[in-house]
């Protein structure tokens, strides 16, 4: 029989899994922009010049620019090669959003993914569908790190919009016979749920007039019925 | 900004390594540890250069359990436990070789796998980690409490599953 001494030894044991030092370095300077270890060469160190390497830089945007001018990265659908270019823009855009808006962002691209397959040939739909699927799981995250009792009434309003344009696209879907992303709605319901369970328990807690009374009452009607982004519409109307 | 640079330089270089080992108990792959940790830093250093971080290790520790959970939530993965698979791999190549590691230790991440998350994570930060009770109960949101709880338990837990494959 183990004590429980040897059985922390035995964990202790574990700490023999370490990464590898190159990649630590490479992680590093690609996150910091630094290279203090110097593990990591730099390609342009192997007689790519620096004047080469900005004509090059340059030229990769100019075509970056002009696709994007055309609209032909805007036009990309998931599955083709100048996606992964919409996706980094998506992606930068993402990173550079205030906390509190990132949901209603990840709710507008879901609904622009669903508005994709409208135009999908065969071979994106997979693809379109999978980044509809991720976009929602995004949203639900975000949505999971909210208080709708302290966020910006502007900002939880652009939520609870975007969240019915998506329910109205994907009713639209639903009605041409295409079911897709159940598990992560359900998700993204659940949320919603929650943030519209904490506006309740919000307006119960307090000392409310005849009105807020009323309000309160019809938000709990709403909630019964399982519409929870309308719910919440009512509290942020109402506030 | 420089300043914030070298900062979480330093950060990174003190974490690293723990942060690592914290994922990949968890993964069992090196490519998807290694993502998970480099996308760990560099949220961390999203948010570092925005906001100021009291705690730096319980905040890396919070990102990187976040974006464990979503890896298996998002992936439709459940941990199968099964002969093959319980088993980590060693980053190192070669690692197997160099380092007699003994059927004890094998033992231990067997059982380790079987621990529900809570279990694992409360485990590897005390034990593997050395972090204190207060600094695990902020990394994964809990009372101190409830942490030395949780610890007991999982430690508990943890004996019974090796018990019952010894």
Known sequence: MLTEKQLISKIKDLRQIKPSQNWVSFTKSQILGVDEKKSFVPFWNYGFSSFRLKFAMVSVLFIMVMLGGCGIIERSLPGDLLYTARKIVHKAQTVLLPEQEKPAY???LANDRLNDLAKAPAKNL???ISEFQ????EATRDLARIDATTSDPVIMKRIVDAAKKLNESKQK??????VIGEKETIELNYAFKELADYSIKDLESRTLTDGKKEILLKMK??????????TLEFYLLNQ | MANQKKEFGKIYDKYIEKIYRFVFVKVNSEDIAQDLCSETFLKGWEAYKTQKIDNPQAFLYRIARNLVIDYYREKGRTKVI???YT???DPRAGFEEKIALDSDLDQIKVALAKLNEDYQNVVVLRYLEDLPIPEIAKAMDKTEDATRVTLHRALKALKNEINKTA
């Open chain 1, 134 to 137: 991720a976009n929602i799981s």
């Open chain 1, 221 to 230: 009607e709403l909630f019964g019925e399982g519409k929870y982004s309308e």
């Open chain 2, 87 to 89: 088993s980590i791999a």
């Open chain 1, 126 to 128: 997979a693809p379109t």
């Open chain 1, 106 to 108: 990840q709710l507008k």
């Open chain 1, 173 to 178: 879907m639903e009605d041409l016979g295409m």
């Open chain 2, 82 to 84: 099964s002969a093959e």
